[in-house]
């Protein structure tokens, strides 16, 4: 009798710990989490996916709380993440898989998601060092090529991200997974008056460097030592006419083929690399 009591008890547990329902606080918060404006409103936004919520827990980011559906739990190294999870005190709530599915983005979900707070950096917070490198975007506006621009960043060892006012929200789901971790351990400051940052940069000795496809001089031909901003511009537009008249140099990447450009996310992989090849020639 005493057995059969304490497993009731424990079901009772566990059901108390599962979310069945639309109407739970925690499912609804998550949902809400895909539009902007709430993303905006409840300063928080959402990681999908093992390695993302790794990477999430080892960063700076805050997590306030963990939904999974039982395809975790059929994993060793997703079992591994839950007790990391439960050691660092963060809530985990197993999701019924159907309400999970709604919640999620990817048609392979790995079975995790986390809610995260927001991080909001000013251009003083950064940390210039010598030969830093910035990564400047005005107005890059699709969710895949900005994650993909911030994770080519933090890989390629740049101190900061900017964005400016018209980039694509760095929050939105698309952006996150295409970061692959590198949102959370790049800082990244969004400004809207590029006639600040332009003076910030200035006053902290960085040179302005703009990829334009009017352009006169070659990337490779352009000395990238000491500090360094690269400003890359809207996919159809290109950067804002006040940057091209903040300019050190405009420089362009040549198009031997017949293409009429390249994708932008390409480009700052090309220029931040080549930031780097020169400087280990040094």
Not at 70 to 96: F, M, P, T
Not at 206 to 234: H, M, Q, S
Request: proline share 2%; hydrophobic share 45%.
């Amino acid at each position: 009798m005493i057995y059969i009591r304490i497993q009731e008890v424990l079901e009772k547990i566990a059901m108390n710990r599962m979310i069945v329902s639309r109407q739970n606080q925690y499912y609804k918060m998550a949902k809400s989490l895909h539009l902007r404006k709430h993303r905006g409103k409840y300063g928080l936004f959402l990681i999908e996916g093992v390695r993302a919520v790794e990477e999430a827990v080892t960063g700076s980011f805050k997590i306030r709380f963990i939904l999974y559906s039982e395809k975790l739990l059929q994993h060793e190294r997703g079992r591994r993440l839950l007790d990391w999870i439960d050691d660092a005190g963060v809530s985990a709530w197993q999701v019924d898989d159907k309400l999970f599915d709604d919640v999620v983005e990817t048609e392979n979900s790995q079975g995790i998601i986390a809610v995260a707070e927001t991080m909001t950096l000013q251009l003083e917070d950064l940390k210039i060092q010598k030969d830093s490198v910035i990564l400047v975007l005005d107005g890059v506006q699709d969710p895949g090529n900005l994650g993909t621009m911030l994770r080519t960043a933090c890989a390629a060892g740049a101190g900061a991200a900017v964005l400016m006012k018209g980039t694509t929200d760095i929050y939105n789901s698309k952006a996150v997974r295409a970061s692959m971790g590198g949102l959370f351990h790049l800082p990244v400051v969004n400004v809207a008056d590029t006639s600040a940052v332009c003076a910030f940069l200035k006053a902290k000795g960085f040179r302005i460097l703009v990829a334009d496809l009017g352009g006169e001089k070659l990337y490779y031909n352009t000395c990238l030592n000491g500090p360094v901003a690269w400003v890359l511009g809207n996919e159809a537009q290109g950067p804002d006419r006040l940057w091209l008249d903040n300019a050190d140099e405009i420089v362009k990447i040549p198009l031997l083929g017949q293409a009429e450009s390249l994708n932008v996310a390409v480009a700052a992989g090309i220029l931040l690399y080549e930031t780097i090849r020169q400087r280990k020639e040094q």
